[in-house]
């Protein structure tokens, strides 16, 4: 295994002290981590906190900022964090109106959010959550009850952010949170395993032709093992199971996103955009808003997951709000 | 081989396809393989335009828009555009007011850009040429007579692209983007090969322990094939390579890209980013600027480069100032 690290164990430390040297619009606390905006807490307004094992990068903290989330709490690869660094955060970022926990569906993520949400009411911390599991892959798998999540984690984060930006309260910063993720769904397809610096091998076996469809974030299996086709039929398979899941309403704005798990060149993934787009257009959905690029990765793992936010006129006003982020910019 | 394309033959069209999709600000000529700013060309404003071989994304055309490019010609992977899409680009976006070619250094991309001019000249069409150089790793390589051009790519064409809204004129323009390169050096490290959806096999055979130091962004050779090292380690020999060549002056400040080849995770980067801020800082340069993430690729090579411009007070002042481009973006 040849990766950029000093030490697998000490990863996340010197990971955090990149993220600091490389963003001071951001404040990071590498001994507690957590990372939060400089300038939090913002009075008046509800801090929104994320995290969730390390490994997805950008996600979580290359979406703190103006727009988006008060504060992310990285845990170790592929890791929840713990309750001790959520509650760091959300103490870190709230004015008075609130906090709201987004949490992507993992058993560890989900127990270890509930415990630093109550000890956070023990402080007399208000908190409310969002739990996003977008990914149509399977019910149940490795680290999950019911579905993963996933890709709409940016969606809820953008869009949620940008509601509380506007001064919204608790409830309703969750409330739009939790109609983001019930429009959204996800769907991934791995071209190779990734590999952890701790373990330094592929977290599993992929041969030369095969690919996985419907892998997790953390390359947990899918669907089927399958043999390896041209970007067009993988495109209609992606896009087919995701509008199986979720039909889209007639004339309701979408908003796509293509991500690459990581190890994905960027010209792949906009061949398989040029695919994917046409075969949502033919399905009736009306492309509004999408992004293409590396947003919720897989360490280095080839392959690329589909998003899609079946979105109203409000959803798509606050995607279209000012965001300043390390990994999002735009408005401002 | 397992690559998200439909044919290794249409990839270039199949990208484009997508960009087109992905991007409407844009305007994307698929047949005759340009991308310009939907709006172009602009009034009284030098036209940029600059291309060279695909594999490289987001360069050139994650580039173009207000503040940077006003357009970009991608050849095949690794294979320089012909003079053709060049003059169709420099056609599309001058004003009246001439356009600057920015040219990578190497010899296939040196000799159709010279023949574009020409022509352009036939046609009646003013363009002046900045060629990019910054890599310090070798003279004379596969592809390159002198030094081959890389990252610093990114800050000419930002600096000059803002130079080139504000007005000012040919000349003017490409003396600055000149400066830049002039101010500007690269070194990069390779921990695996890339492969091209041509040949379906890495360019080159790297031992699981060994890492290729001073590769190019096509994979061509470096300085030397040494061993795997920690990431504090590889950082001291970016720095003191890159610092070698070019030593910082007394307090000027400096801009700083940590590229990712396209396969590294951004964690990694951080990583990286981390030990290189630390090393740059005690040899006396003052970081003003920092970019951390994929900018200059080399399809799916594992490996990162460093590029430190050692800029003065007005090239920061035209890096600050808006940019929208679809990987480039702040202030807009």
Known sequence: MKKFVNSPDTILRDALTGVAAAHPELSVDVERRFVTR????????????????????PLHAGFVGPGMLDAACPGEIFTSP????????????????????????????????????ELAADDGLETASVLVNDDVAVQDSTFTAGRRGTGATLFVEKIAGALADQGADLAAVADIGRRVNASSRSFA??????????????????????????????????????????????????????????????????????????????????????????????????????????????LDMAGASLTVCHADDRMIELWDAPVRTPALRWGV
């Open 82 to 117: 713990v309750p001790d660094q959520m509650l760091g955060a959300a103490s870190a970022v709230d004015s008075g109106f609130g906090v709201l926990f987004i949490v992507k569906n993992y058993t560890g993520d989900v127990m270890n959010f509930e415990m630093a949400a």
């Open 189 to 298: 397809i791995a071209l190779t395993a990734c590999t952890t610096p701790a373990t330094g091998k592929p977290g599993f076996d992929l041969p030369s032709d095969e690919i996985e469809v419907g892998v997790g974030i953390h390359g947990e299996p899918g669907r089927s093992r399958e043999k390896m086709r041209p970007a067009s039929d993988l495109a209609a398979e992606l896009v087919e199971t995701v509008l199986d899941d979720l039909p889209p309403s007639s004339d309701s704005p979408a908003i796509v996103m293509l991500n690459g798990m990581g190890g994905t060149p960027l010209i792949e993934l906009y061949v398989l955009y040029g695919e994917v787009s046409t075969r949502l257009e033919e399905r009736g959905v009306r492309i509004a808003r999408s992004l293409v690029g590396n947003y919720v990765t897989s």
């Open 38 to 57: 400089a300038d939090a807490p913002r009075p008046g307004k509800v801090g929104l906190v994320s995290g969730g094992g390390s490994g997805h990068e």
